[in-house]
């Protein structure tokens, strides 16, 4: 544009004369304004082509959008705590989510679990395994209401519902809130159920009641956002160092509670040892990290290991995304120096042996009665045959709590439930009750250690009907072995071992098996695993045996381990004690197989 184009008609003599100067001033200007930019690998350049977008390209946490796997291009696209409006909407119209939202539901705990169930499961979070009297009604409540009229305890101490349908799931999430209760972040790429030992804060044996710190952790994680965005599960559990096993050997995390002689430290006491990466399902139980936390410690420390992995865990690939890749990959130092970057106060470390060890666990100390510190007081535990319970007994169990107790129910990681504080002269009143509800409180060296995940009744994942195929074997063998010593039995439907089979005296994974023409349900047999003072990973002795032949061979195995077994033996260290060719000669002397 140049002076000659200006309409002196439009403008005052003043502005005229402005302008004039104005377009003089651009037309003795040399050339553009010097150009500062940066190139896509954040170098600086004068050269605008250089630049490109002038940013470098989008990332998650240093990773490139193309590189990462399909659940983080879905966290990346929207998060899961941000689908509210959508959760509803699929309500308002009765609509199942589709899509990436079938991951996101899971930050609020919400399942679509078909084609086993064409339906929502919710799964709960009792922050340290416990519950209120009044919560538990609540939950059986939500199951009657808008669920299939039961619910599960789970191998973390918490409760799910299933077959709840989407018009109710925002109804099932608004009562859980009121009760003081959540599901937030219970599924997907989080922290799970926060565990503690579920004898915290009456176990006369325990070291440290480790209650408190189980429900700080639960709190931190519910108000950060940033604990939001792991890049698979978490597992985190505070053991007590009492008479009853959080099964903190098979976390990601786990904290437990001992003591430090004299001279060991700077002041002798109570303190806390750190376990990482218990990952049961890959074969590895946590081990020691050389930590030594004094208890106001730890769920700091476990935040900022949580800040290290959520920076550095692998987006790219799912099956390298847990917690012992990354230290796999690194080195436990380097994780523990990354995590010191993150913290105002130094580590501490200590070697193991300069600790107490920690006191042996009651193998199934969760069922029957056992005393509290106060002798006046004692707790009972209550048998749920698979974790299975029905909104009556959970009414009835609530009522129970309240009537004689405190008001308060225990969940157990091994699917089982504790009435604490009941006077040691109402316990035998109390046990009648707990009876009459169809839950037993007699120990039961078979039928007291079943364990058992969803199954494919529930789970799109299992191979198996587990539960109910835990207690058809149970029944099975407790009518034809008599064992004076109590067993462990996992029964997991598929490699993801939500029961933990890698764990168990006996350990069962679902499968299927090939005969003739069709496909039957049978599993994988492993062999002496166990944690705490009994931990290591099982050993397979079988494969693929179809279920309506392994009742059979189990009653061999049992025959043998009786047979066989030093003086009152375990199981556990009689299978250690055996190569598996050994077992297997042991029990085909048997000819039962």
Not at 69 to 85: F, N, P, T, Y
Not at 132 to 140: E, F, H
Not at 230 to 245: E, H, Q, T
Not at 474 to 491: C, T
Request: proline letters at 5%.
């Amino acid at each position: 544009m140049s002076t000659q184009a200006i309409d002196s008609k439009s403008f005052s003599p003043e502005q005229q004369e402005y302008l004039k100067g104005f377009f003089t001033g651009i037309q003795q200007r040399p050339g553009p304004n010097p150009f500062v930019g940066q190139t896509a690998s954040g170098q600086l350049t004068a050269d605008p082509s250089q630049a490109g977008a002038n940013m470098a390209e989008p990332s998650v946490h240093g990773v490139p959008i193309e590189d990462l796997c399909k659940e983080e291009r879905v966290k990346h696209e929207q998060h899961g705590l941000d689908i509210w409006d959508t959760l509803l909407d699929n309500a308002a119209r009765n609509k199942f989510p589709e899509g990436g939202d079938v991951f996101r539901y899971k930050f609020h705990g919400l399942f679509y679990v078909s084609p086993a169930q064409e339906s929502l499961m919710l799964r709960c979070r009792i922050p340290g395994c416990v519950l209120r009297a009044d919560q538990l009604t609540g939950i059986a409540e939500i199951a009657e209401d808008w669920g299939g009229n039961y619910t599960h305890v789970t191998t973390r101490g918490n409760l799910q519902v299933r077959e709840i349908q989407p018009k109710d799931s925002v109804d099932v999430l608004l009562k859980l809130r009121e009760l003081g209760l959540t599901s937030q972040g219970s599924g997907a790429d989080n922290v799970r159920n926060v565990t503690a030992s579920p004898t915290s804060g009456f176990d006369p044996d325990e070291v440290y009641d480790v209650l408190p710190l189980a429900k700080a952790m639960h709190h931190y994680i519910l108000n950060n956002r940033e604990m939001y965005d792991l890049p698979r599960k978490f597992n985190i559990a505070f053991d007590n160092g009492g008479a009853v096993s959080v099964c903190a050997d098979t976390n990601d995390i786990g904290f437990y509670a001992t003591r430090v002689p004299a001279g060991k430290a700077e002041d002798e006491g109570v303190y806390f040892r750190v376990q990482l990466c218990g990952i049961s399902g890959h074969k590895q139980l946590a081990s020691d990290c050389g930590l030594l936390l004094k208890p106001e410690e730890c769920v700091a420390v476990a935040a900022a290991m949580l800040r290290v992995f959520i920076a550095h865990g692998d987006r790219t690939n799912r099956k390298k995304a847990r917690l012992k890749y990354l230290v796999d990959d690194w080195g436990v130092e380097k994780f523990l120096e990354e995590t010191e970057k993150c913290l105002a106060f130094p580590l501490r470390r200590l070697p193991l042996e300069d600790c107490e060890p920690r006191r042996a666990v009651t193998p199934h100390g969760y069922i029957g009665v056992h005393p509290q510190k106060d002798p006046d007081f004692g707790y009972l535990g209550a048998v749920v045959p698979v974790g299975y319970l029905e909104p009556r007994q959970m009414k009835g169990l609530a009522d129970i709590a309240r009537e004689f107790g405190r008001g308060e129910v225990r969940l157990t990681v091994w699917q089982n439930v504790i009435l604490p504080y009941i006077p040691m002269e109402a316990m035998d009143t109390v046990k009648e009750r707990v009876h009459a509800l169809g839950l037993q409180t007699r120990h039961h060296p078979i039928q007291n250690g079943l364990v058992a995940c969803t199954g494919n009744r529930g789970c799109k994942y299992a191979a198996t009907d587990t539960k109910g195929q835990a207690i058809e074997l149970g029944d099975y063998l407790s009518e034809r072995v008599e064992l004076d010593q109590p067993l462990n039995i996992h029964l997991t439907g598929c490699p993801h071992s939500c029961a933990q089979h890698y764990i168990g005296d006996i350990g069962l994974q679902g499968v299927k098996v090939k005969r003739d023409e069709e496909s039957v349900e049978g599993y994988h047999v492993v062999l002496g695993g166990g944690v705490d003072d009994r931990r290591g990973i099982g050993r397979e002795i079988w494969q693929s045996v179809a279920f309506d032949e392994l009742p059979q061979r189990l009653e061999a195995l049992l025959l043998a381990y009786l047979e066989n077994r030093q003086e009152s033996e375990c199981f556990t260290d009689f299978t250690r004690r055996h190569e598996i060719d050994e077992l297997k000669n042991m029990i085909e002397s048997h000819a039962l197989c």
